[in-house]
């Protein structure tokens, strides 16, 4: 079945640093992918999203990259700031129609 | 401008009892969806509904009965509470499906059941 998961469950940066957090997914008919950022006491918040007929997409401080070859995704902020700090979810998309969420990644900024 | 809301924030119930999670979207999207997460943070869909019809049903209880009176509100009913029942649950609505479209996801509802 579809599995999408996360090389690592937490991960600390200094600020200012720039952030990669990972995911690795299994489904290869998965064809949109999409990341979530969820802090504290809140719901899943959209942050940005990829097609698999592109390799990557960028928008404000953050890059999204898609290596189809090995099945992988990544997620890149620059310049990390503390309100970075939450948990990060990647989720695929395909013929299931439904959005499959890995496990996260807790993400902590350091002062 | 709360684009999807859903109440209560918080629910504390003991086991056997029946409760109700209500959500909202004004965004004009049609299609909506309940995700549970647990401990662990793992998000699993449990429902999906387009235009009021239930278009995924995902291996849930039956106890577990989702209701859509309109295109804007999918509600959550749930029966004969137990432990495991235990977790947050949200709800999300998209433009489209899935597969095309992000979710836009409500605060959570944090239910517990003693």
């Known amino acids: 079945g579809e599995s999408v998961g996360l090389h690592l469950p937490t991960l600390s940066v200094q600020e200012g640093d720039n952030s990669i957090i990972n995911c690795a997914y299994s489904?290869?008919?998965?064809?949109?992918f999409i990341w979530y950022k969820q802090e504290s006491g809140k719901g899943p918040q959209f942050i940005i999203d990829?097609?698999?007929?592109?390799d990557k997409r960028q928008g404000q401080r953050v890059t999204v990259l898609l290596n189809k070859t090995v099945k992988h995704l990544s997620l890149q902020i620059a310049a990390t700031q503390p309100g970075d700090s939450a948990v990060y979810f990647c989720?695929?998309?395909?013929?299931?129609?439904?959005?499959?969420f890995g496990s996260g990644t807790q993400l902590t900024v350091l002062p | 401008d709360t684009a999807v809301s859903q109440t209560p924030k918080y629910l504390v119930t003991q086991m056997g009892n029946d409760k109700s999670i209500k959500c909202e979207q004004n965004l004009g999207h049609d299609t909506m969806y309940w995700y549970k997460q647990d401990s662990k943070k793992f998000l699993k869909i449990m429902f999906s509904?387009?235009?009021?019809?239930?278009?995924i049903n995902e291996t849930v209880p039956n106890r577990f009965s989702p209701k859509s009176p309109d295109k804007a509100h999918l509600n959550l009913h749930i029966n004969s509470l137990e432990l495991g029942d235990s977790a947050v649950y949200f709800c999300?609505?998209?433009?489209?499906?899935?597969?095309?479209?992000?979710?836009?996801f409500g605060n959570g509802t944090r239910l517990t059941v003693t």
């Open positions: 989720a695929e998309a395909g013929s299931a129609r439904q959005l499959t």
């Open positions: 509904y387009n235009n009021k019809e239930l278009i």
């Open positions: 489904n290869s008919a998965s064809d949109y």
């Open positions: 999300a609505s998209s433009q489209g499906p899935a597969a095309n479209s992000p979710l836009h």
């Open positions: 990829i097609r698999s007929n592109m």
